[in-house]
T-cell receptor, first 112, second 112 residues
Framework: KQEVTQIPAALSVPEGENLVLNCSFT??????LQWFRQDPGKGLTSLLL?????REQTSGRLNASLDKSSGRSTLYIAASQPGDSATYLC???????????FGSGTRLLVRP | GAVVSQHPSRVICKSGTSVKIECRSL??????MFWYRQFPKKSLMLMAT?????????EQGVEKDKFLINHASLTLSTLTVTSAHPEDSSFYIC????????FGPGTRLTVL
């Protein structure tokens, strides 16, 4: 059974810092790995999707990497801004059905 | 990107009543929709996969008679929480699949 873990559970950084969020999964036979952002009381916004054959994806200040063999993914946020404050969730897709196994999230606070 | 809506966004009901939550794909057709449940500061747990024109597939531990899912059209899936109890209070999020997965904004259910 796939289990997805995110460390740290919470993170507080000053504005401008570069930061890394970690995601690990127990079953390396994933179909894809996705990173989401969730604002308080809101739904999910997809940030980056990495297919199992890919090593990384980039969008603006965000870069996500995937290492299937070690069961790890990281989300790198460059030059953090207060508007980046949110909960970041990673999710493993196990097949093409789009069914996702979510981690518990990292709550990020970027202080002005 | 594609838009998925949920209605209502927030509902408060008395214990023992039933509550229906709607999930709509506004600008695309979705043969498959997913229903998730999220407890405070916890991750999303997949409840069931809703398939248009057929029975939903429930995850282990989810009571199908408690959480009734109907996917009557390619743009609408409904989740009915029957005989709701305070422990059913949660944040319910749906997603719809086209070429990728899009999430709704969520419905906050509070059962008194």
């Amino acid at each position: 059974k796939q289990e997805v873990t995110q460390i740290p559970a919470a993170l507080s950084v000053p504005e401008g810092e570069n930061l890394v969020l970690n995601c690990s999964f127990t079953d390396s036979a994933i179909y894809n790995l996705q990173w989401f952002r969730q604002d308080p009381g809101k739904g999910l916004t997809s940030l980056l999707l990495i297919q199992s054959s890919q090593r990384e994806q980039t969008s603006g200040r965000l870069n996500a990497s995937l290492d299937k063999s070690s069961g790890r993914s990281t989300l790198y946020i460059a030059a953090s801004q207060p508007g980046d404050s949110a909960t970041y969730l990673c999710a493993a897709g196990m097949d093409s059905s789009y069914k996702l196994i979510f981690g518990s999230g990292t709550r990020l606070l970027v202080r002005p | 990107g594609a838009v998925v809506s949920q209605h209502p966004s927030r509902v408060i009901c008395k214990s023992g009543t039933s509550v229906k939550i709607e999930c709509r794909s506004l600008d695309f057709q979705a043969t498959t929709m997913f229903w998730y449940r999220q407890f405070p500061k916890k991750s999303l747990m997949l409840m069931a996969t809703s398939n248009e024109g057929s029975k939903a597939t429930y995850e282990q531990g989810v009571e199908k008679d408690k959480f009734l899912i109907n996917h009557a059209s390619l743009t609408l899936s409904t989740l009915t929480v029957t005989s709701a109890h305070p422990e059913d209070s949660s944040f319910y999020i749906c997603s719809a699949k086209s070429n990728e997965q899009f999430f709704g904004p969520g419905t906050r259910l509070t059962v008194l």
